[in-house]
């Protein structure tokens, strides 16, 4: 199974995020941001946390017109899959890959603690090795984190099954508590937690050890 992880100015989670796909058994290629094209046979592309260019404008915004936006782009209408944690949610709003914003935390601070996260569904790639309901201890580490889309979206990711996770305690104002969302087809998560911060006892949580295997797994034998 092939992953290209992206690396933006500002990328601070690349390696994070390499290690744990590597350590769930990918072949793993990090790409710089103003490269056009991804490798011909990858399967998964991977957008890290950070703060690209330094969330100067709206964060995500400007990575979002980098020319390797395109071929992610691209690559999500071919049907290939796309993780983008945490800066790498807003990346997937600011192209237009997954619905919704992220706008600025409701207490307007920088929230950096180990929160519990609910399994809201199993139907994906990303989360079959879930059960529903289940409730995972993941880190985030963000400023801009509070989704928010209007009543008919918030509906139509409800009515669909394309909520992912949610906070299992309010954090941030997010509409319903969204923590991820998937595209229309499944194979576009974006989610604010980070799981490649939870694969290793050292870390304080393995819980997102199952995601990156499940992922994998699937994939290798797609």
């Known amino acids: 199974m092939k992953a290209a992880v ?3 100015p500002g990328s601070n989670c690349d390696r994070d995020m390499a290690v744990a796909l590597r350590q769930a058994g990918a072949d793993v290629d990090v790409i710089w941001h103003k490269d056009d094209a991804l490798p011909g046979d990858v399967d998964l592309v991977a957008i890290p946390g950070g703060f690209s260019f330094g969330d100067y404008l709206r964060c995500g915004a400007i990575a979002a017109n980098s ?37 600025r935390n409701a207490g307007l601070k920088f929230v950096c603690k180990t929160v519990p996260l609910r399994v809201e569904t199993t139907q994906s790639a990303f989360t079959d090795t879930y059960s529903q309901g289940d409730i995972l201890s993941v880190p985030v580490a963000h400023h801009d984190g509070n989704y928010f889309a209007d009543d008919a979206t918030l509906a139509r990711l409800q009515d669909t099954g394309r909520i992912a996770f949610s906070y299992a305690e309010h954090l941030n ?9 998937l595209s ?3 194979r576009v998560l974006g989610m604010m937690p980070h799981p490649e911060r939870a694969v290793d006892e050292a870390h304080g949580s393995t819980d997102g050890q199952r995601l990156f295997a499940g992922l994998v797994g699937q994939l290798a034998t797609a």
């Open 6 to 8: 992206i690396q933006f």
């Open 67 to 103: 020319p390797i936006c395109r071929a992610i782009v691209a690559h999500a209408e071919r049907g290939g899959y796309v993780l983008g944690v945490c800066n790498g949610f807003q990346v997937l709003t600011e192209t237009g890959l997954l619905p919704g914003a992220l706008l």
């Open 173 to 181: 104002g997010s509409r319903n508590d969204i923590a991820g969302i």
């Open 184 to 186: 229309a087809n499944g």
